[in-house]
Each structure stands twice: as C-alpha cells, then as structure tokens.
C-alpha cells in the first residue's frame, strides 16, 4: 500500500472535517483554504471518499460535508484506500520474484498499522496540542430584498409644470 499524496491530503482533509463537522456540514472552501489544498482537487479527494461512505454531503446554502459514519469507525487505510486504490506495482525484472515477499510483507505491515489508526485518535492528537479550532459562522440562506418602491413626490415633473406652480 502506497501513501500518495492523495492519500496524504485526504487524511488532512478528513481531519478537519472531523474537528469542525459539530457545528454543521463544512464546506469544502474552507477546508481547501485551511489545508492549502484546491477545490477542484478536494472534489477529486471527497468523491472517493463520498463513494467509499466515508463521508456524506448535503446542497444548497449551508451545505457541505459531514461524517459517513463516527470517527472511530474510519482508520488511516479506509481514507488512504479511498483515494489511492493503486497497488504496488509487481516487479517483473530478473531477480523480482527474491524479493517480492518482502515487499508484500512491508506492504501487509503497513496497512495492519494504518488500520489500527483511527481518525478519532488523529483528532485527539490534534486537541491535545491545543492548536485552536477556527469554526466558521453558519451561512443563512439570503433573502430577497424587498422591493424598491419609487419615492413619491409633489414637485412638478417638467418645467412647464414648474412654471404651472409658480403662477406664471
């Protein structure tokens, strides 16, 4: 199992999302600008991860992310496999075969670890440094202004009429 960058920028993503969701669905605009990370390269991330249940979103104003499911449901291996769902490469050079134990070994190591890792253990972690949690105010739907009325008013529309007025 490989860690991407994906996988890299997912894991943050997931982990912001993780420390802002109580507040409502965040929006990927924020993440993106919190985390450095594109919007157009989070929709990529966040398919994946919407895809894998590992996330759910909601339209329209106010709308955004939240959870799939609780945060000690989701490991490291379930956001990094739902990005980056590339294996290791089999090495077919002379020689190969000596060595392909060893990395389906490390490769089996890697994600038993990454699956012992939650993402609530990751938001522990994150509180326990005591880095604070910036929460966007909510967006209110808007609402239409009401309508501009024209002024009214008794002042004579033309000259003519002004002059109508003045007695003339």
């Given at each position: 199992?490989?860690?991407?960058?994906?996988?890299?920028?997912?894991?943050?993503?997931?982990?912001?999302?993780?420390?802002?969701?109580?507040?409502?669905?965040?929006?990927?605009?924020?993440?993106?600008?919190?985390?450095?990370?594109?919007?157009?390269?989070?929709?990529?991330?966040?398919?994946?991860?919407?895809?894998?249940?590992?996330?759910?979103?909601?339209?329209?104003?106010?709308?955004?992310?939240?959870?799939?499911?609780?945060?000690?449901?989701?490991?490291?291996?379930?956001?990094?496999?739902?990005?980056?769902?590339?294996?290791?490469?089999?090495?077919?050079?002379?020689?190969?075969?000596?060595?392909?134990?060893?990395?389906?070994?490390?490769e089996e190591t890697m994600r038993r670890h990454m699956s012992a890792i939650s993402l609530a253990s990751l938001?522990?972690?994150?509180?326990?440094?005591?880095?604070?949690?910036?929460?966007?105010?909510?967006?209110?739907?808007?609402?239409?202004?009401?309508?501009?009325?024209?002024?009214?008013?008794?002042?004579?529309?033309?000259?003519?009429?002004?002059?109508?007025?003045?007695?003339?």
């Amino acid at each position: 199992m490989r860690i991407s960058t994906k996988g890299r920028f997912a894991v943050n993503a997931m982990i912001d999302l993780a420390l802002r969701e109580s507040a409502g669905p965040v929006a990927l605009v924020t993440i993106g600008e919190r985390q450095g990370i594109s919007l157009s390269y989070l929709e990529q991330l966040f398919a994946g991860l919407r895809t894998a249940g590992l996330v759910q979103s909601s339209r329209g104003p106010g709308g955004g992310y939240r959870l799939g499911r609780p945060a000690e449901d989701i490991s490291v291996a379930d956001i990094v496999g739902a990005v980056d769902e590339r294996e290791m490469p089999a090495d077919h050079r002379p020689g190969a075969p000596a060595t392909a134990a060893l990395w389906r070994s490390l490769e089996e190591t890697m994600r038993r670890h990454m699956s012992a890792i939650s993402l609530a253990s990751l938001v522990g972690q994150q509180l326990e440094r005591g880095e604070p949690i910036i929460v966007a105010p909510r967006r209110r739907a808007i609402a239409p202004l009401p309508p501009v009325r024209a002024p009214r008013t008794t002042a004579p529309n033309s000259v003519f009429a002004l002059a109508g007025t003045l007695g003339h």
